[in-house]
């Protein structure tokens, strides 16, 4: 059975060692924010966490690196609006 986690409400499959970013960019989905000021879709830039492109809401929690966390059983992923921070 494949090991899952939600990213907006849709299950996308994993394998052990996946990244977030990894297993969101094998499901076919290429935006994981948008930009604060024009909404402009954002992805992976540098894959090392230090461009802050690929920043998601991980259960509640914004601002999360998808590129350097590991895809784990049931978390919840969401795109994120801006710098993610309540208004």
């Not at 690196?65 to 795109?79: F, K, M, P, S, Y």
Request: charged share 25%.
């Amino acid at each position: 059975m494949a090991k899952t986690f939600s990213f907006d409400g849709e299950a996308i499959s994993f394998e052990s060692g996946d990244t977030i970013a990894a297993a969101i960019l094998r499901s076919g989905r290429k935006s994981l924010r948008r930009t604060r000021f024009h909404g402009e879709e954002r992805s992976i830039f540098c894959g090392i966490g230090q461009c802050f492109d690929c920043i998601v809401i991980i259960d509640g929690r914004s601002n999360q690196r998808a590129c350097l966390l590991r895809a784990e059983e049931g978390i919840q992923v969401e795109h994120q609006e801006g710098s993610g921070q309540v208004q």
